[in-house]
């Protein structure tokens, strides 16, 4: 289904290099989506052009800033982006694909089970109520999950101290405040623009976490949306 070729070279820009094996676990992921897709909405995202660029490029955007080994949970990982790709391209990285919709970490299980991605595993729930996994993973991710602020809150109390959380977005947007990432006890490391094959931008938001967040953090969240940390 995907453009392999394209996937492959596309993919050189961020200094990742899939085998002829790795390229073949994202096509056949990709085929699985598409096959699941008849059944409950994954993705909107069809055109296998569109979904090489847009799925599968766009998350491996994040590999030059990942660890060799060690954890990473992908928040609100819907169909599986960025967690699969990712979990596929760094076989020495524990990846866990969190969502609170338990039809989407089905499949996602499913699909790593059949196609032999081993350190792939899922978790059902919402991340502001991961309490027994707080400050417990190398990196967190998110990806068109809501906006910096709420990301934020949600995230960066599941990583660990010195780890990263990124946030995958398609512009710029407001960061929280000094104040506020102080609480969460993240600062921003850097942001990284780039720019898919079809020439339309990206932006990779990396925090660093240097200190504990706040006991009394995250909050639910419906007063995290209501009153995001600005």
Do not use: W
């Not at 039809?103 to 089970?113: E, G, L, N, P, V």
């Not at 000094?178 to 898919?196: E, Q, V």
């Amino acid at each position: 289904m995907i453009d392999i070729t394209l996937l492959s070279s596309a993919v050189k820009t961020f200094g990742c290099s899939l085998s002829d094996d790795q390229l073949s676990l994202l096509d056949r992921f990709s085929e699985l989506v598409a096959e699941q897709n008849k059944k409950f909405n994954l993705t909107a995202i069809t055109d296998p052009i569109v979904f090489t660029e847009k799925h599968l490029i766009d998350s491996l955007a994040a590999f030059s800033f990942l660890p060799d080994s060690g954890s990473l949970c992908d928040v609100g990982a819907g169909a599986g982006f960025p967690s699969f790709p990712l979990a596929v391209a760094n076989p020495s990285l524990s990846v866990t694909a969190l969502d609170s919709t338990a039809k989407k970490t089905a499949f996602i299980a499913s699909a790593a089970r059949s196609l032999g991605v081993e350190n792939l595993s899922v978790l059902t729930g919402r991340a502001e109520e991961m309490t027994h996994q707080r400050e417990s993973f190398s990196v967190v991710t998110a990806r068109a999950v809501a906006p910096l602020p709420v990301l934020a809150e949600l995230c960066l109390p599941l990583v660990k101290s010195g780890g990263l959380f990124i946030a995958y977005k398609t512009e710029k947007e407001v960061l929280p405040s000094a104040r506020s990432l102080s609480l969460l006890g993240g600062t921003l490391k850097t942001d990284f623009p780039y720019s898919l094959p079809s020439g339309d931008g990206r932006l990779l938001y990396v925090f660093e976490k240097t200190s504990h967040t706040a006991s009394d953090l995250p909050r639910q969240y419906g007063a995290i949306k209501k009153h995001p940390l600005v």
